[in-house]
């Protein structure tokens, strides 16, 4: 195989990490829609998570390009589209908008975890793992605040 058609050809790993890459693409489209959204507690909290995924991906696609990998941008137009559907489910459940929202943020960050969690087990420099495990870190934090917010929003008697 010539130097130029395997750069053409992406490993398991980079092809794992492409795949992180477009997972939090989706999860980071969805809070920008939330951030939009009327209720401030919510557009407040997809805010915060907005900035700290997108410092979390930046070092990760930095760590792959400096690997000499290249990372793929994802799929907005897919993230869009997903993005939109989370909307309409939010519209027409009749569980309170926030909370759906939320769960639905929550369903998105637990697939980035499966697809971290396929990344660990492939071959990666140990800067794309250090920053691999950064992204999970972001991401577990955010699962556990979503997971209060949703309570919060499906009991609102039931907050402290």
């Known amino acids: 195989m010539s130097d130029s058609t395997s750069q053409l050809i992406k490993t398991p790993?980079?092809?794992?990490?492409?795949?992180?890459v477009r997972a939090v693409g989706e999860l980071y489209e969805l809070y920008r829609t939330l951030a939009d959204q009327q209720e401030e507690a919510l557009g407040a909290l997809a805010d915060h998570h907005r900035v700290e995924l997108a410092e979390a991906l930046g070092a990760f696609q930095a760590a792959r390009r400096a690997d000499g990998d290249l990372p793929a941008a994802g799929d907005l137009e897919l993230a869009q589209w997903k993005s939109l559907a989370a909307r309409?489910?939010?519209?027409?459940?009749?569980?309170?908008?926030?909370?759906?929202?939320a769960e639905e943020a929550l369903a998105r960050c637990r697939e980035i975890e499966a697809r971290i969690?396929?990344?660990?087990?492939?071959?990666?420099?140990?800067a794309v793992l250090d920053a691999l495990?950064?992204?999970?870190?972001?991401v577990e934090h955010q699962v556990k605040s979503l997971q209060a917010f949703a309570r919060s929003a499906r009991n609102p008697g039931d907050s402290p």
């Open 133 to 138: 495990r950064r992204l999970a870190r972001s």
């Open 117 to 126: 969690a396929a990344v660990d087990r492939q071959s990666v420099s140990d």
């Open 13 to 20: 790993s980079a092809a794992a990490c492409d795949d992180v």
């Open 88 to 101: 309409i489910k939010a519209l027409i459940a009749e569980a309170p908008e926030s909370a759906v929202f």
